[in-house]
């Protein structure tokens, strides 16, 4: 991932009539990485998301895409974007290479290579002459990210791509996002609700909570901020949840499932594993704890939430 800010958002503010929708936001995505953004229904991201694209006018602030400015420079901005906000529409009834065909003629010098390129990167050459009915939901999805690329953008936005798909349809979807990101060093703005399927895809993450931008941090950074929480599994932990309390009051203890999550400092794990086993206890094993995005997330969305205004 390379330092180059494709995406810039400068205080971004979107008001309709008296309400604000999304609040001096400001973040910058770079070559190379996928950003993901995240937040509850009616947060702000597919308005943030339309902004970006063009669909929304930016009340204050601006939006830079390769140097351009969505406000002041639009086309010159746009040129560089290739989006599916939601799902993408295609014309069923046509094959996808037809489908491909029709969506090129709305830019300049696309080429039978170039088509024949995006086809193989997204592996629909054995079906892109098929027509689009018979295509199941991730062949669809998989036909729109080749429309989005048919131009050679720099940012690719993607707004819930994984919507629908089985488990198989993801993993295919997430592969390619991460490939395009890697290979074509491009930045890749993904929206989505799936928070396991974010924290394998993405390079980093911000969270939009009431309109207002909560965090921006590197995925690692974001789950594993926490380097002083254990977990021991250790036998008949729901019985000595409390004695060990007691033992060791200066330490937040809690029991989850069936096992003990105590944040303490590493120094502390063998004073801890020694009463277990002078109290009788089976200890099975005892290792860092790492929390998941959903965790971190719901942690970070935890607080009073406004009334949520879908846009």
């Known amino acids: 991932m390379s330092q ?7 205080h971004v503010t979107k008001k309709i009539r008296s309400k604000t929708i999304i609040d001096n936001i400001s973040f910058n995505v770079f070559s190379g990485e996928v950003f993901g953004f995240l937040g509850p229904n009616g947060a702000g991201k597919t308005t943030t998301i339309r902004m970006i694209v063009g669909l929304m006018k930016v009340s204050s602030g601006d939006i830079i895409v390769n140097g351009k400015s969505v406000k002041n420079d639009f086309e010159g901005a746009v040129q560089h974007v290739g989006a599916i906000v939601e799902n993408p529409e295609m014309y069923k009834f046509m094959s996808g ?21 995006v086809v193989k990167l997204v592996g629909l050459e054995k079906r892109i002459n098929d027509k689009v ?9 998989r036909l729109g990210i080749a429309q989005s690329l048919l131009h050679d ?19 295919e979807i997430r592969d390619y996002i991460r490939r395009l990101a890697r290979e074509r060093d491009m930045a890749v ?7 396991s399927e974010m924290e394998m895809m993405c390079d980093r993450i911000g969270i939009i909570q009431n309109g207002k931008l909560k965090d921006v941090q590197l995925i690692e950074d974001f789950v594993g901020n926490q ?9 008949n932990a ?24 105590i944040n303490c400092k590493k120094e502390d794990i063998p004073a801890i594993i020694k009463w277990c086993v002078e109290e009788g206890l089976s200890v099975f094993g005892a290792a860092k704890a790492a929390k998941s ?3 971190r997330f719901l942690e970070v969305t935890s607080e009073q939430k406004e009334e949520p205004v879908n846009v």
């Not at 009915?133 to 999805?141: A, C, E, I, V």
């Open 133 to 141: 009915k018979t295509y199941s939901l991730g062949m669809r999805q």
């Open 153 to 171: 953008p720099k940012v690719l936005i993607l707004d819930e791509p994984t919507n629908g798909l089985d488990p198989a349809g993801i993993r």
């Open 189 to 195: 703005i993904v929206s989505s609700h799936l928070l």
């Open 97 to 117: 290479y037809k489908n491909l065909i029709h969506y090129s003629r709305m830019y300049k010098g696309i080429s039978k290579e170039k088509i024949d390129e």
């Open 227 to 235: 380097s002083h929480v254990y977990k021991i599994e250790v036998s």
């Open 238 to 261: 729901v019985e000595i949840a409390d004695r060990l309390r007691q033992a060791f009051p200066a330490f937040e203890i809690r029991l989850v499932q069936e096992d003990l999550l």
């Open 4 to 10: 180059q800010a494709v995406v810039e958002l400068k």
């Open 293 to 295: 995005l959903e965790d």
